[in-house]
């Protein structure tokens, strides 16, 4: 049996973490395009390169309205050169329907690293704990948590009781920076504001334990000799293990999964947009594209004319609600429809007072 640091756990996660996230990226990417492949011929739409079906797999996959954008935009400049009569909002539906369980994958993947990175937060004393948690705690109430932290890191895990423990403490800490009395105190005080950043709903916190003991004894309770069962294995797990050894969908298959997909109340959701989106295809084509920057980062923002003072403020409103979800790194991404009006705005690594700046742009730009 192993002893490791609880240094090393942390190491050991985030190099987990990463992998599978990419994996999940991956897998979901090389079935989507390879289905949309046997649709596309099968559809009588014609053959296309492989690249061009990767590239609508990745337009199929992306959430939000840049993404039915794409996708949407992608088939109609692709497909308009067929002979044959078809009909594209129906196309772009169904490719939709068909990527549909990748999409809820992606999810699940997405789900479970928000779950994860919030405790890998908690064990960043000099960086990531400081900086989310410090506008909740007081300065000693900071110390103490900074504190039980490097404990945490420190301590030596030599067999499955203490790895449990560490689990358990490491949640136990995320718990009390997130309901800490100070922490309820700033609650109240920011309730209106980006201020609660970091802070974990007390409905969420039982779901991110789970997702935590999970993901942490999945991947490394053996080396602690704790036996993974198959039922023990989270369902991205499953998901993930049947994309790669799985056999792949029949036509015929594909077509029942289209018309279940179709009957969802999500789907049904999502499709309506993508509909609604195609309806104003003249505004979206008519679309001002401005790449700007802010502090030296690239900042890609979308309008159409249409767009006023009132949809500005519904999108800074839509904006605010993202950042709260927003992990601090990588691109912070944010759509808006409403009606023909169309405004989207992505900034890499973006941080609060940004959201400021976004908005005077956005206001400058009407």
């Keep these: 049996m192993a002893s490791m640091t609880g240094e090393q756990i942390k190491e050991h996660l985030e190099r987990y973490l990463g992998f599978e996230a990419n994996r999940a990226r991956l897998l979901t990417e090389a079935k989507a395009s390879t289905e949309i492949a046997t649709y596309?011929?099968?559809?009588?739409?014609?053959?296309?390169?492989?690249q061009t079906y990767a590239a609508l797999a990745k337009?199929?996959?992306?959430?939000?309205?840049?993404?039915?954008q794409k996708l949407s935009d992608m088939i109609f400049r692709i497909a308009t050169s067929n002979p044959k009569d078809i009909d594209l909002t129906e196309v772009v539906g169904e490719i939709t329907g068909l990527v549909f369980e990748h999409?809820?994958?992606?999810n699940l993947s997405r789900n479970r690293a928000s779950c994860i990175n919030a405790h890998l937060n908690v064990l960043e004393p000099n960086r990531s704990l400081p900086q989310v948690y410090s506008p909740f705690l007081g300065i000693d109430e900071l110390k103490k948590?900074?504190?039980?932290?490097?404990?945490?890191?420190?301590?030596?895990?030599?067999?499955s009781f203490d790895f449990l423990k560490w689990i358990k403490e490491t949640h136990d800490l995320l718990s009390e920076v997130s309901f800490g009395e100070q922490a309820e105190e700033r609650h109240h005080e920011l309730e209106d504001t980006m201020g609660r950043?970091?802070?974990?709903?007390?409905k969420a916190i039982s779901t991110y334990l789970k997702q935590w003991e999970l993901f942490a004894t999945e991947k490394l309770g053996p080396i602690f000799s704790i036996e993974i069962k198959e039922g023990d294995a989270s369902p991205l797990t499953g998901r993930l293990n049947d994309l790669e050894n799985g056999v792949a969908r029949t036509w015929t298959t594909m077509l029942s999964d289209i018309t279940e997909a179709r009957s969802s109340a999500v789907f049904q959701r999502r499709a309506t947009a993508v509909t609604n989106q195609l309806t104003s295809s003249v505004a979206l084509r008519n679309i001002d594209n401005y790449e700007l920057e802010i502090t030296g980062r690239p900042l890609k923002i979308q309008l159409t004319p249409e767009v006023t003072e009132d949809v500005i403020s519904q999108f800074v409103k839509a904006m605010k609600a993202q950042f709260l979800v927003y992990a601090g790194k990588g691109l912070f991404n944010v759509s808006l429809q409403s009606g023909k009006s169309v405004v989207t705005a992505s900034l890499a690594n973006?941080?609060?007072?940004d959201l400021k700046k976004i908005e005077e742009i956005l206001l400058e730009l009407i």
């Design 103 to 106: 999409q809820k994958t992606l």
């Design 350 to 353: 973006a941080s609060k007072p």
């Design 197 to 202: 950043k970091g802070l974990i709903s007390r």
């Design 40 to 50: 596309w011929e099968r559809r009588g739409l014609g053959k296309l390169d492989e």
């Design 145 to 159: 948590v900074v504190s039980r932290s490097n404990a945490l890191l420190k301590r030596d895990v030599a067999n």
């Design 59 to 68: 337009a199929a996959l992306v959430s939000g309205l840049v993404g039915r």
